[in-house]
């Protein structure tokens, strides 16, 4: 600021531009889980976007080169590719059966992530993560590791239920250590 070229009016405008696209994510997050509240009270239907609306276009496009940067980049290249591919209608099919397998975790969350039916839940999560790509063993826990600890995708898994990343998380684990039997 002590520069004889720093233009505070020109830094003012962009900081509040900046608050501004805060503002406007955050009443995006704001509405889905309100969204979200009232389909589980059975006051409103939700389509399987509903329940991921907080990332935008742009913000999945600044994720996927964040994965790009963590993980091998032809993977997440072709994963994008893949999922850019699908028409329309595919894409809304496949967000459906991934918040159906959601849905039915939390309902048997209560009889624990070791038990039979939450296993061939995670199985069902496994074979419907090959609409995306084919993870291995490590590759599922890293995922489930990213739900659970990465705040703006726990923060997806919240809108769901409170639990359902540190019990998917669990579930995973037994999943793949069961595998390896």
Do not use: C
């Not at 389909?39 to 609306?53: I, P, Q, R, T, V």
């Not at 969350?109 to 291995?136: C, D």
């Amino acid at each position: 600021m002590g520069r004889p070229d720093f233009d505070v009016l020109t830094a003012l405008r962009s900081h509040k531009e900046a608050l501004q696209g805060r503002v406007e994510r955050l009443n995006r997050l704001i509405q889905t889980v309100d969204n979200t509240i009232e389909h589980l009270k059975g006051n409103e239907s939700m389509n399987a976007k509903g329940l991921f609306e907080g990332f935008s276009e742009e913000e999945q496009e600044k994720y996927a080169l964040e994965a790009e940067q963590m993980y091998d980049p032809e993977t997440v290249r072709a994963s994008n590719r893949k999922w850019k591919a699908y028409p329309p209608a595919e894409k809304e099919r496949i967000l459906a059966e991934g918040k159906a397998i959601y849905v039915d975790l939390i309902a048997a969350m209560p009889k624990g992530a070791t038990s039979a039916e939450v296993q061939t839940l995670i199985a069902r999560w496994h074979q419907h993560m090959q609409y995306f790509w084919s993870p291995n063993d490590e590759q599922l826990l890293g995922l489930a590791d990213g739900y659970n600890e990465d705040a703006r995708f726990r923060a997806n898994f919240d809108k769901m239920h409170p639990k359902l990343a540190e019990f998917m998380h669990e579930a995973v684990k037994v999943y793949v250590k069961n595998r390896k039997k």
